[in-house]
T-cell receptor
Framework: KAGVTQTPRYLIKTRGQQVTLSCSPI?????VSWYQQTPGQGLQFLFE???????NKGNFPGRFSGRQFSNSRSEMNVSTLELGDSALYLC???????????????FGQGTRLTVV | AQKVTQAQTEISVVEKEDVTLDCVYE???????LFWYKQPPSGELVFLIR????DEQNEISGRYSWNFQKSTSSFNFTITASQVVDSAVYFC???????????WGAGTKLIIKP
C-alpha cells in the first residue's frame, strides 16, 4: 500500500512569507504527527492530529499551525517565516493515536524548507 | 521530564564488523515505549523496532539485535556483520504511551566503509 506522501519535497521561501506543507497519511491511518528536524535542535515534535482534532502540541510558537481534514490528510502552516525555520519537516501517520503496543509511526520523506 | 541520550555522534567501522549504538533514556513513567528508527540519506525515517517498558526480552531480527535493560535505562542496538547499506543516521526515541509524541535522541551517524 502507498506510504506517507508529503508535498512538496523542496521549498524555498523568503523571510516574512508563509508556507503550507501537505501530508497524506497511509490509507486507514487517522493519526498524523508533524516533526521539525534541524542540525542544531534535532527532531522536535510539532503537533499531532486525530479525527480533525489537535490532540498534542509541542513547544513551538503560534506561527506554526496545522489542521487535519476529514480524509485524514493534514496540512501545516508556518506564517511570517524566519531564517531559523529552515528545516526538514517530517510527517508521520499512525493507525492508532495512543501508544498501544501495535502502534508505530510511518514517516514520509519530508519537505525540506529553506528560508532565505 | 523525558529525555533520550545518544552519546555517540558518529561511528565509523569497516564492513563486516559488529557495531553497537547506545541509547540511554530518562522517564518517570512506568509505562513507556522505546523505538529505533533509521534515516538514510533520502530523509525518510524507517521504523526498526518498538519495545514497551514491561518487556525486557532482547530481540533479534536478522543481523539486528536490541538489548533493553531497565536497570540502566538503556536500549542499545547492535548490528552484526555490518554492511555498507547500513550506513545511515539511527535515532532512538521514547514515548510515554499516553500520547504519541516521540522524544528523540540526537541520532548516531553510522558509516560503514567497504
Amino acid at each position: 500500500k502507498a506510504g506517507v506522501t508529503q508535498t512538496p519535497r523542496y521549498l524555498i521561501k523568503t523571510r516574512g512569507q508563509q508556507v503550507t506543507l501537505s501530508c497524506s497519511p497511509i490509507s486507514g491511518h487517522r493519526s498524523v504527527s508533524w516533526y521539525q528536524q534541524t542540525p542544531g535542535q534535532g527532531l522536535q515534535f510539532l503537533f499531532e492530529y486525530f479525527s480533525e482534532t489537535q490532540r498534542n502540541k509541542g513547544n513551538f510558537p503560534g506561527r506554526f499551525s496545522g489542521r487535519q481534514f476529514s480524509n485524514s490528510r493534514s496540512e501545516m502552516n508556518v506564517s511570517t517565516l524566519e531564517l531559523g525555520d529552515s528545516a526538514l519537516y517530517l510527517c508521520a501517520s499512525s493507525l492508532i493515536p495512543k501508544g498501544t503496543p501495535n502502534t508505530e509511526a510511518f514517516f514520509g520523506q519530508g519537505t525540506r524548507l529553506t528560508v532565505v | 521530564a523525558q529525555k533520550v541520550t545518544q552519546a555517540q555522534t558518529e561511528i565509523s567501522v569497516v564492513e563486516k564488523e559488529d557495531v553497537t549504538l547506545d541509547c540511554v533514556y530518562e522517564t518517570r513513567d512506568t509505562t513507556y515505549y522505546l523505538f529505533w528508527y533509521k534515516q538514510p540519506p533520502s530523509g525518510e525515517l524507517v521504523f526498526l523496532i518498538r519495545r514497551n517498558s514491561f518487556d525486557e526480552q532482547n530481540e533479534i531480527s536478522g543481523r539486528y539485535s536490541w538489548n533493553f535493560q531497565k536497570s540502566t535505562s538503556s536500549f542499545n542496538f547492535t548490528i552484526t556483520a555490518s554492511q555498507v547499506v547500513d550506513s545511515a543516521v539511527y535515532f532512538c526515541a521514547l514515548s510515554d504511551g499516553s500520547n504519541y509524541q516521540l522524544i528523540w535522541g540526537a541520532g548516531t551517524k553510522l558509516i560503514i566503509k567497504p
